[in-house]
């Protein structure tokens, strides 16, 4: 049967990276994930085992220790998805979901994000959806993933959806325990991974009739006004 923690965490430091720096990075995604960015300094230095003053001194500010989570955040979520979509293996499929409650602080943090709203917000989205472009081209390129005739509004369209449907859905459903991160996750994947995974590899629509004749709407000139003066 397959586990479903993997020997090697996603969202946390790997062995080699276990300085102090990684531990707070790694103890703000979950506090930030968990409590939103309103937490102060003290709560994420008492879950790393530091003091406040060790993490001004390796970030500057609470700002900046976002920065370093952002950049952590999307990073490896970009290694899961690119290592998953462009090789096309199941074995790869399989290790993701055996994966995904390591996973769950980084979709937490990522909910987080984009609830706070404002410039941050959108950064991180233009960033989600520019790492998504670069791993679905890789996909293309393997042979894994048909080609689009506009791969960046793909990629960003995607993004807005994935992230708008969980967003949605967890408004619609509520988790009890809003801390459970991994609860949270799956809940979530089992009421919509079937219907996802269908959508993205068996289609909708049995032929591109809708689709041609929209891009015929899009290639005709707009019909002259022939309206007589007056």
Do not use: W
């Not at 879950?47 to 609470?62: C, E, M, N, P, Q």
């Not at 809003?178 to 995974?197: C, E, I, K, N």
């Amino acid at each position: 049967m397959l586990s479903m923690r993997s020997a090697e965490t996603v969202g946390a430091a790997p062995a080699g990276d276990l300085t102090a720096r990684a531990r707070i990075r790694d103890a703000a995604i979950q506090r930030f994930a968990v409590a939103g960015f309103g937490v102060g300094v003290r709560s994420i230095a008492q879950d790393a085992g530091v003091s406040a003053a060790l993490i001004l001194h390796h970030f500057g500010s609470k700002d900046g220790l976002r920065a370093a989570c952002d950049e952590h955040v999307l990073a490896s979520i970009r290694e899961v998805k690119s290592t998953t979509l462009r090789s096309g293996d199941m074995g790869a499929v399989l290790l993701a979901l055996a994966s995904m409650d390591e996973s769950a602080p980084l979709l937490g943090y990522a909910l987080r994000s984009l609830q706070s709203g404002g410039d941050l917000a959108r950064s991180f989205i233009d960033q989600f959806a520019a790492d998504a472009q670069a791993y679905m081209a890789d996909a293309v390129a393997a042979g894994v993933m048909r080609p689009s005739r506009d791969e960046q509004a793909r990629a960003r369209y995607l993004t807005v959806q994935g992230f708008g449907a969980l967003l949605l859905d967890l408004t619609l459903n509520p988790p009890d325990d809003p801390s459970d991160l991994v609860g949270v996750l799956h809940a979530y994947l089992d009421r919509t991974a079937v219907p996802t995974l269908e959508l993205y590899t068996e289609g909708l629509l049995t032929d591109t009739r809708m689709l041609d004749a929209y891009l015929l709407y899009q290639r005709e000139p707009s019909e002259p006004d022939v309206r007589a003066p007056g």
